[in-house]
């Protein structure tokens, strides 16, 4: 195996499936199998959920609310998501754990790294909800931020696109796809991956990030056998 301890960032527009809002049980099924695969071969994984399938701060203070008030909305989102995603990786029989940044304690246990740490050592998958737990922010933020206090080889994002391109390959048909970049270049190209906070912290940290494509099935398995598949940001 390429990698010991992964951190994989999960969308909440992933989980939405064909929907347009919400969550669809057939996606989380499809991913709990995917997850199945990697933890099967002793992988220790943790997860860190977003929420926009539910409910953005942003959009919610675009038409009028208090930009706080709509981040509390958000990151409550994403634990409405990382209880979704538990009850699917139950049951496929994975034993997992929640917790939350934000202290919902009848509800998810709360975030302790060094409880956290343990679980993965014991082979439990870790869901990491409430982002960082501070408004404005985002679930990538709280995706490298957690990935660095557990000691993660890497952070696999997963998206609907296979990697990263020098333009957007959804509108642009010649796009080319990168195998490999640079911190530097993402930036010196204005590249999207993640949010800048959440790129820096992970440049800062030297922290890898692979951006592969979650929704065809066995490519979790393929990036964390080391296979070249999506892009890989690395120093
Ligand atoms: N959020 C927040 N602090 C965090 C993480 C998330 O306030 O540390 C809120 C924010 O309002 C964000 C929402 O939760 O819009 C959902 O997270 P995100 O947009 O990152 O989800 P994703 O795009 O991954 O689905």
């Known amino acids: 195996m390429h990698y010991k301890r992964i951190l994989l960032k999960l969308s909440g527009e992933a989980l939405m499936g064909e929907r347009q809002y919400g969550i669809d049980p057939k996606r989380l099924a499809e991913y709990a199998e995917e997850i199945k695969s990697v933890v099967d071969h002793g992988i220790e994984l943790a997860i860190v959920i977003g929420g926009g399938n539910i409910f953005r701060g942003v959009s919610g203070a675009s038409r009028g609310m208090d930009r706080v008030q709509g981040d509390h909305m958000g990151m409550l989102a994403t634990v409405i998501n990382g209880l979704a995603l538990q009850s699917a990786l139950e049951d496929a029989e994975i034993q997992t754990r929640l917790q939350s940044a934000i202290k919902i304690n009848e509800v998810a246990e709360p975030f302790i790294r060094r409880k956290a740490i343990r679980h993965l050592e014991k082979g439990r998958v870790v869901i990491f909800g409430g982002g960082t737990g501070n408004p404005y922010f985002t679930t990538d933020s709280a995706a490298v931020l957690r990935a660095i206090e557990i000691n993660a080889d890497v952070i696999l994002k997963g998206t609907r696109v296979d990697g990263i391109y020098n333009a957007d390959p959804e509108k642009d048909k010649k796009a080319t796809k990168f195998d490999f970049i640079s911190f ?52």
């Open 184 to 235: 530097e270049d993402v930036i010196k190209k204005g590249l999207k991956v993640m949010d800048t906070t959440a790129f820096t912290l992970s440049q800062e940290n030297e922290l890898p990030i692979v951006v592969f494509d979650m929704n065809t099935p066995g490519n979790l398995l393929r990036v964390v056998t080391g296979e070249n598949i999506g892009t890989k940001v690395n120093l």
